[in-house]
T-cell receptor, first 117, second 116 residues
């Protein structure tokens, strides 16, 4: 069975602070994929990043960066110099290999990020 | 490219009724998945369709069903509605090649179903 845990239910920061959202996963698959999605108040899930289990390189995209560590089964997400527009619920998700689970995503509980001006 | 569209956006039904939700994937995407989002259970996978075939199903009762048409559009149906079926139903599509890698899913705006 697959499981994703986002221990931080809510985080509140002041604009321009850096913030890290934690994600810990469990899977028995040797091939798997990790994702982050953002859900603003409008409700639509917005794709942020996909990472496969064979690629442990960290990634940076503008103010966003991701730290994937297989040794600790973690895939953390950092927002640098946060802005009010970053306020949203962020979900970490896991998918097994295509042959085992297709495109099925297992989501964490989500972290509500509030950035105050 | 147009995104994933879902209709209707809002729906109010009463217990015992049935409902059909529709999803049009991004052009060229053949995989369509459905998810239920509730405050108590979070985001839960319902089922996935690829080339008109259900390839994966979540842990939901048989009242929840779906199908996919030859143009990749998908519908999901919930029969004998219960109060607990009130939720945001999200559809997602992805570009999937049989035997290929798992690609990212792109989500629609969702259908907000309220059961009274």
């Amino acid at each position: 069975a697959q499981k994703v845990t986002q221990a931080q239910t809510e985080i509140s920061v002041v604009e321009k602070e850096d913030v890290t959202l934690d994600c810990v996963y469990e899977t028995r698959d040797t091939t798997y994929y990790l994702f982050w999605y953002k859900q603003p108040p409008s409700g639509e899930l917005v794709f942020l990043i996909r990472r496969n289990s064979f690629d442990e390189q960290n990634e940076i995209s503008g103010r966003y960066s991701w730290n994937f560590q297989k040794s600790t089964s973690s895939f953390n997400f950092t927002i640098t110099a946060s802005q009010v527009v970053d306020s949203a619920v962020y979900f970490c998700a896991l998918s097994g290999g295509l042959e085992t689970s297709g495109s099925r995503l297992t989501f964490g509980e989500g972290t509500q990020l509030t950035v105050n001006p | 490219k147009a995104g994933v569209t879902q209709t209707p956006r809002y729906l109010i039904k009463t217990r015992g009724q049935q409902v059909t939700l529709s999803c049009s994937p991004i052009s060229g995407h053949r995989s369509v998945s459905w998810y239920q989002q509730t405050p108590g259970q979070g985001l839960q996978f319902l089922f996935e369709y690829f080339s008109e075939t259900q390839r994966n199903k979540g842990n939901f009762p048989g009242r929840f069903s779906g199908r996919q048409f030859s143009n990749s559009r998908s519908e999901m149906n919930v029969s004998t509605l219960e109060l607990g079926d009130s939720a945001l139903y999200l559809c997602a599509s992805s570009f999937l090649i049989a035997g290929g890698v798992v690609n990212e899913q792109f989500f629609g705006p969702g259908t907000r179903l309220t059961v009274l």
